[in-house]
């Protein structure tokens, strides 16, 4: 156990294509730590202990650990024979005990070996994954036992577990896959949600040296004033200042360090996941999916927990100086005073978290992986029959390369056509994204070879335009910019504001008695698209603050009406509110809250 390495903060967690002990290449024979860090087959025989296997990153690991086995597109799949004095190149493998065979060697091998099922025997390399079936040891699994929780072939499972319901391996891959792609999708959101407040942070370096320069300035001429007194105490300013402008720049670069490395965190889960998500090998990745949705649920709390001061504070230094001007003979030696305002540290935030904890707690709250709610497979979509002993089956579709479908990143409904983004995997309708994509525009055209969404375009320099000017007057382009980039990212949070897209129809919930008297509680209804149609079809919006107000009152009404916090439109609706809240803050800070009352 490395204790004294996992103290050391300089260590590099998160390097792709490398053991995390040795810092070795990733050969075949690798396995995959509870934490997603991969360990080579030297390390692991050394670092295993009674008590699991101690990662750098903290992280405890227990039990048998999962097969990494991802080769390297430039190595070589030839393996040499394993029988002693024979060099030839193996050609089969026993599935029994793993080892590889030329083809006569392995002959020998079967009668060497009774208990080593000569089906067993297959050729090497493996055109497909095979796991064998722990019932027969004959042929590879394909069915998951939902009742009994194991892995079976097809044949087997007719025989032995007929009335038991069950999963095609397959099938459950194609959701299991769609659902690592999906949080690719996130974790790759919350990145550059930290890329921005890693931006934030140099911009307020670079104002905090303009803050200095100010000052010093204004100390020079307050100086000139005054006699050899004031010159003695100009200094001492001067290096009060200096004092705390290097404690706010060292707390920022400390934040700017952290933020790095959760990006770097997030990189390697994504290039990990998504080298997994390539790999053709069905169980493997099931299994895999457990610990990594595990991870990455931390790697999302990471970004979702940091504080919120954090991405709002503004640093500043503060020279004080009018109250001692009036009396400057009396209060020389007391002139002034610096001081710079409050810059959160994210090195402490970092470390609060056990994160053996915080993964026990994820574990304990989530079934195995391979426990799906028991179902049967629609009838006419696959068929199995028993027919002479054999196990038929008959799929109208094919599965094999686990295509996911596409949903469109605002709606969540499917379709064949989406306009898809260049610069992240979300797709659109052409009347779902802001601002809408004209109806003729279609998924293949030329003009969409480099089209980015308006989530991923920079509007920093929008955010800049827009801060120097009156907020209350006329909506200009850059107010339009930011507007839809904050009603499209309360659009895409989906199951929140699937309930606020429309408001309810009058005539309809007359008859439904889980909205009684709505109109009558609510009497400025408004709803999400209310305020989409007017921004792009209407001229009624006159300002930035009007759009927003309008925001907050869609959010209101809702919480209004589904009172109690624990309704999940009330969740929804607070949810919506913290992220509208926290774009205003981060895109118009310069925004005063009472506008928006």
């Known amino acids: 156990m490395n204790s004294d390495i996992a103290n050391n903060e300089n260590v590099d967690l998160w390097s792709i294509g490398k053991c995390i002990f040795c810092e070795g290449k990733i050969e075949e024979d690798s396995k995959i730590l509870r934490c997603l860090h991969i360990i080579c087959k030297d390390c692991t025989k050394r670092e295993s202990t009674d008590s699991g296997i101690w990662c750098k990153c903290k992280i405890v690991t227990k039990g048998e650990l999962i097969n990494y086995s991802i080769m390297a597109t430039n190595q070589s799949p030839v ?94 891959a194609v959701e299991t896959k769609a ?18 407040i890693r931006e934030m942070s140099n911009e307020n370096i670079m104002k905090l040296k303009s803050n200095k320069k100010k000052i010093n300035d204004k100390i020079d001429e307050r100086i000139k004033m005054i006699h050899e007194e004031a010159d003695k105490r100009g200094l001492v300013l001067k290096k009060l200042l200096e004092t705390n402008f290097t404690n706010a720049v060292n707390i920022i670069n400390k934040n700017i360090n952290v933020i790095k490395d959760f990006e770097k965190e997030n990189d390697y889960y994504y290039s990990l996941t998504s080298s997994v998500i390539n790999l053709d090998k069905i169980v493997e990745y099931i299994n895999l999916s457990k610990i990594i949705k595990n991870k990455m649920v931390i790697a999302k709390r990471h970004t979702q927990d940091i504080p919120k001061e954090a991405t709002t504070c503004k640093a500043e230094l503060i020279y004080n100086d009018e109250q001692s ?72 579709s094919d599965s094999s390369d686990f295509e996911p479908l596409v949903y469109c990143s605002c709606c969540n409904q499917y379709t064949e056509e989406l306009i898809n983004c260049t610069c992240c995997d979300r797709s659109y309708h052409n009347h779902c994204h802001i601002p809408s994509l004209p109806k003729e525009l279609k998924p293949k055209d030329p003009s969409l070879q480099f089209w980015k969404c308006t989530l991923c375009q920079d509007i920093l320099k929008y955010t800049s335009n827009l801060c120097k000017k009156n907020m209350t007057c006329h909506i200009d382009s850059s107010g339009r910019k930011i507007i839809e980039r904050i009603l499209l990212e309360l659009y895409c949070q989906n199951e929140d504001s699937e309930h606020y897209r429309e408001c309810l129809n009058r005539e309809i919930i007359k008859c439904m008695l889980q909205y009684p008297a709505y109109y009558e509680r609510i009497s400025n209804p408004i709803s999400l698209n209310n305020i989409k149609d007017r921004l792009e079809f209407d001229v009624s919006y006159t300002s930035v603050v009007d759009i927003l107000k309008d925001m907050k009152r869609v959010l209101k009404n809702g919480k209004t009406y589904y009172s109690s916090p624990s309704h999940p439109f009330y969740k929804s609706a607070n949810e919506l509110q913290i992220s509208l809240d926290r774009m205003i803050t981060l895109w118009i800070p310069t925004l005063n809250p009472a506008h928006l009352e």
């Open 79 to 172: 393996k040499i024979c394993c029988e002693e004095n024979c060099q030839v190149i193996a050609k089969k493998i026993c599935m029994y005990c793993k080892s590889l065979y030329c083809k006569p060697c392995s002959k020998t091998h079967s009668i060497k070996n009774e208990d080593h099922n000569p089906a067993l025997m297959i050729t090497y390399p493996l055109k497909k994954e095979f796991v064998p079936c722990p019932k027969c040891m004959k042929k590879s699994v394909e069915v998951f036992c939902t009742k009994c929780s194991i892995l079976l072939c097809p044949l087997c499972h007719l025989n032995f577990h007929q009335k038991h319901d069950f999963n095609l391996l397959s099938t459950m």
């Open 179 to 196: 659902e690592l792609q999906t949080l690719l999708t996130d974790i790759r959101k919350e990145n550059n949600h930290l890329s921005f």
């Open 325 to 396: 001007m009036n009396k400057i003979v009396e209060s020389i030696q007391g002139m002034g005073d610096i001081i710079s305002s409050k810059i959160v540290s994210l090195s402490e935030f970092k470390i609060t978290v056990d994160p053996n904890k915080v993964l026990q707690t994820i574990e304990n709250d989530e079934s195995p992986i391979l426990m799906p709610e028991p179902a049967m497979i629609q009838p006419g979509l696959i068929k199995l029959e028993k027919v002479n002993n054999k196990m038929l089956i008959d799929e109208d």
